[in-house]
């Protein structure tokens, strides 16, 4: 089975600081993790993914996340906050396609504020 | 932009009442999957349909169900509507059985349930 941990409900920075939103998972598969945002009244959209080609994973906006088997987190960091960047964050496993039709199961999401 | 439409965008129904929601999905994707996210919560998988047959199913009742049309347009139909049903509704096309499971989601539709 698969499941995410995000351990922050709620992120607070201040402009041009760094951001880290930390995730654990769970898969009993190779898992496809993904980070996906969501703007307010706004539908996901999504920020990087990780399918094992690299652990390092490079992401829209200046986000990027990094894969560690060992500690089974996918945290997501940026090293400069902007304001556009508040909004919710979203950690996802999928399952494989041939499990479930590789259903995306989310995070409880992370709210990231950004004061000037 | 994903290039995924969903329609309306807002609705309020009654308690009791039946309700179809519709997603139009990116060009060249033949996968649809709904999810429904509550307030203050994170998207629960409802159910996903391949190629017009219904390919996973996530914990919802049987008064959900779902179509996938030949152009891999989708519907999510909810019978007898409760006010827990209150939500949104996401509808996310991707190209399956290419290993590819990037999942894009259109902006959703926001239900209410009086």
């Known amino acids: 089975a698969q499941s995410v941990t995000q351990l922050d409900s709620h992120v607070s920075v201040s402009e041009g600081t760094p951001v880290l939103l930390r995730c654990n998972y769970s898969?009993?598969?190779?898992?496809?993790l993904f980070w996906y945002v969501q703007h307010p009244n706004k539908g996901l959209q999504l920020l990087l993914k990780?399918?094992?080609?690299?652990?390092l994973v490079k992401g829209i906006n200046g986000f990027e996340a990094e894969f560690k088997k060992s500690e089974t987190s996918f945290h997501l960091t940026k090293p400069s906050a902007h304001m556009s960047d508040a909004a919710e964050y979203f950690c996802?496993?999928?399952?494989?396609?041939?499990?479930?039709?590789?259903?995306?199961?989310f995070g409880q999401g992370t709210e990231l504020s950004v004061k000037p | 932009e994903t290039g995924v439409t969903q329609s309306p965008t807002h609705l309020i129904k009654t308690r009791g009442q039946q309700v179809t929601l519709r997603c139009s999905s990116q060009?060249?994707?033949?996968?649809v999957s709904w999810y429904q996210q509550a307030l203050g919560q994170g998207p629960q998988f409802i159910f996903q349909?391949?190629?017009?047959?219904?390919?996973g199913r996530g914990n919802f009742p049987p008064r959900f169900s779902g179509l996938q049309f030949p152009n891999y347009s989708s519907e999510l139909n909810v019978n007898a509507l409760e006010l827990d049903d209150s939500a949104l509704y996401l509808c996310?096309?991707?190209?399956?059985?290419?290993?590819?499971?990037?999942?894009?989601f259109g902006p959703g539709t926001r239900l209410l349930v009086l």
């Open positions: 996310a096309s991707s190209l399956s059985g290419r290993g590819s499971e990037t999942q894009y």
């Open positions: 898969s009993s598969y190779s898992p496809s």
């Open positions: 990780y399918t094992s080609a690299a652990t």
């Open positions: 996802v496993v999928s399952a494989p396609f041939y499990n479930q039709g590789g259903k995306l199961i």
């Open positions: 060009s060249g994707h033949n996968t």
């Open positions: 349909y391949y190629r017009e047959e219904e390919n």
